[in-house]
């Protein structure tokens, strides 16, 4: 504005004047404020769907993984450990102290995972075999 007269720059600047404030904020600023507006409320949405409190039918806990491990154990010493994985399975399914409410996501995968478990915590078993001779022990 070096080329305006000093009347036309004063009528200018008076023009500006009585836009009001929320016309003196730029795009740029109001854009960011959306932003930060949505992504708190996005950030509550989420936070308000997460669970907070424990499930009743978790078998992810570690009561109900020992109970878990204990039954196996038990089904493994009753049949003097001559089972392989897919009978230990069934077996433990038919078990009367199995609880099919609790333990519904109970699959061939989540006894391949307590084998694994249990293999690891005692290294001198490596079959169904040696868990028996532990326990018979």
Excluded at 13 to 33: E, N, P, Q, R, V
Excluded at 79 to 102: M, T
Aim: charged share 30%; hydrophobic share 40%; with cysteine.
């Amino acid at each position: 504005m070096p080329f305006m007269k000093q009347k036309e720059l004063e009528e200018t600047k008076h023009a500006h004047k009585s836009k009001g404030i929320f016309m003196d904020i730029s795009l740029s600023t109001w854009m960011m404020t959306a932003f930060v507006i949505f992504m708190i409320a996005g950030v509550w949405k989420i936070y308000a769907f997460l669970p907070t409190k424990q499930l009743t039918d978790d078998d992810k806990t570690a009561e109900s993984e020992h109970e878990l491990v204990k039954l196996m154990l038990s089904v493994i010493k009753r049949n003097e450990g001559k089972l392989d994985n897919r009978e230990l399975f069934i077996k433990i399914q038919e078990d009367e102290n199995f609880d099919s409410n609790l333990f519904w996501r109970f699959n061939h995968n989540r006894l391949n995972q307590l084998l694994s478990k249990y293999y690891l915590l005692n290294p001198e078993c490596s079959n169904i075999q040696d868990i028996y001779k532990k326990i018979d022990t």
